[in-house]
């Protein structure tokens, strides 16, 4: 099931949506027309690889913390950010719309920061960067949970590419996610050695920072910020 769209109205326009959804797409890009090797620097610097901070001897020198932030606008592949992007399009505006911009902005980071922690906490001897807005936009969905929980969340069910719809409760759809990534999340603990490929504890980490933030960041009343 893919999400489309939802039903809750929106009173503004989300320029911090946007502009966080053009960033992230455009940095992809320029990392697509960088030589091979250029990219990989790249995304060994900018995103938060955990032995960098667990293991002084690694090899990559310490950024002061600097990457906690950058990754969040790195991206793997083209699924990866689409995927996320498509999250941010449908419940970011409506977030944006109750927060008002700045606010929002500093929402955002804020959650992303903690959810790149969470991830380098459970897992402080990976090698690899973690990269990507997921961590972030989690705590959008968060706040989204409980601001829009009756809400209609569209939902595509691609069989044999027929045009099939379906409308379910944000906090059905949302609630589903967030089992998802806890089962992720403790199936990689508990069993060790299963491949993982997802930063599922930054997801959690988002999501859980969003929930006990949002309140923080609400202001009264529909309106531009």
Known sequence: MIPIRDTAPCYSKPYVTWGIMAVCISVFI??????????????????????????????????????????????????????????????????????????????????????????????????????????????????????YPLERIILWVPVFFLPIVIHVPAISFLGLWVMFQLYKATTAVIFEGTTVDVAWWAHLGGFIAGSILYRLFIRKGPGPG
């Open 30 to 147: 320029a990392m697509q027309l960088m030589p091979d090797q250029s990219s990989y620097q790249f995304i060994n610097r900018y995103g938060m690889v955990p032995a960098r901070y667990s293991n002084s001897y690694f090899g990559l020198p310490f950024d002061g913390y600097l990457s906690f932030l950058t990754n969040l606008f790195l991206h793997s592949s083209w699924l990866h950010l689409i995927v996320n992007m498509l999250f941010m399009w449908i419940f970011g505006d409506n977030v944006e719309d109750r927060m008002g911009r700045l606010p929002f902005l500093v929402f955002y980071l804020v959650c992303g920061v903690f959810a790149t922690f969470l991830q380098w906490y459970f897992d402080p001897t990976l090698t690899v960067p973690v990269v990507g807005a997921s961590g972030a936009i989690a705590g959008v969905l968060a706040a989204y949970f409980f601001l």
